[in-house]
T-cell receptor
Framework: GAVVSQHPSRVICKSGTSVKIECRSLDFQATTMFWYRQFPKQSLMLMATSNEGSKATYEQGVEKDKFLINHASLTLSTLTVTSAHPEDSSFYICSATSTSSGDYEQYFGPGTRLTVT | AQTVTQSQPEMSVQEAETVTLSCTYD???????LFWYKQPPSRQMILVIRQEAYKQQNATENRFSVNFQKAAKSFSLKISDSQLGDAAMYFC??????????????FGKGTHLIIQP
């Protein structure tokens, strides 16, 4: 079945530094990838949608200059949290879909726990 | 904008019994999809069941079934013969059908399901 991986699974960084999270579709070509954020004991909130080869579309209230998304290939999307602050600490989850498959199901990665100290 | 409401923060059921999780949604669209996802402590999102709005027949997947009431905008999940492995957070989610599969999911706040042995 469709598998999506994320790397790293956990990352700790210091305030003011940047951190990159990778999302890969391992056995299918992901025309669209999504990034979600989940605070402890809360739901998932869509941050942005990225289509291969084009600029990401950010949800209202998400700072695009802070959360840089790149979808350079059909199997890889990256989320870079720039100048991270403690309030950026959260669980980041990506999902991927292939709009050419017809079912448009979103396959989720295992998530990345970011802690900013 | 679409909203998804789960009014039960926590539900408890005896093993082997049946439990129903509630979900209501609000949308002005006619083409959309509804989902139930399970998030165990590992935090990996697992698709439980999906329902296309244009289908009148309620979706079923083994012990999981939905009661889709389109006019009432209600989408409840019934779990029969509850098992200890069913214990998890359950999220109801909505996806527009207008974007050709390139739309992100809108999640409810989740219901924490506890299975009593």
């Amino acid at each position: 079945g469709a598998v999506v991986s994320q790397h790293p699974s956990r990352v700790i960084c210091k305030s003011g530094t940047s951190v990159k999270i990778e999302c890969r579709s391992l056995d299918f070509q992901a025309t669209t990838m999504f990034w979600y954020r989940q605070f402890p004991k809360q739901s998932l909130m869509l941050m942005a949608t990225s289509n291969e080869g084009s600029k990401a579309t950010y949800e209202q209230g998400v700072e695009k200059d802070k959360f840089l998304i790149n979808h350079a290939s059909l199997t890889l999307s990256t989320l870079t949290v720039t100048s991270a602050h403690p309030e950026d600490s959260s669980f980041y989850i990506c999902s991927a879909t292939s709009t050419s498959s017809g079912d448009y199901e979103q396959y989720f990665g295992p998530g990345t726990r970011l802690t900013v100290t | 904008a679409q909203t998804v409401t789960q009014s039960q923060p926590e539900m408890s059921v005896q093993e082997a019994e049946t439990v129903t999780l509630s979900c209501t949604y609000d949308t002005s669209e006619s083409d959309y999809y509804l989902f139930w996802y399970k998030q165990p402590p590992s935090r990996q999102m697992i698709l439980v069941i999906r329902q296309e709005a244009y289908k009148q027949q309620n979706a079923t997947e083994n012990r999981f079934s939905v009661n889709f009431q389109k006019a009432a905008k209600s989408f409840s999940l019934k779990i029969s013969d509850s098992q200890l492995g069913d214990a998890a957070m359950y999220f109801c989610a909505y996806r527009s059908g207008a974007g050709g599969g390139a739309d992100g999911l809108t999640f409810g706040k989740g219901t924490h399901l506890i299975i009593q042995p």
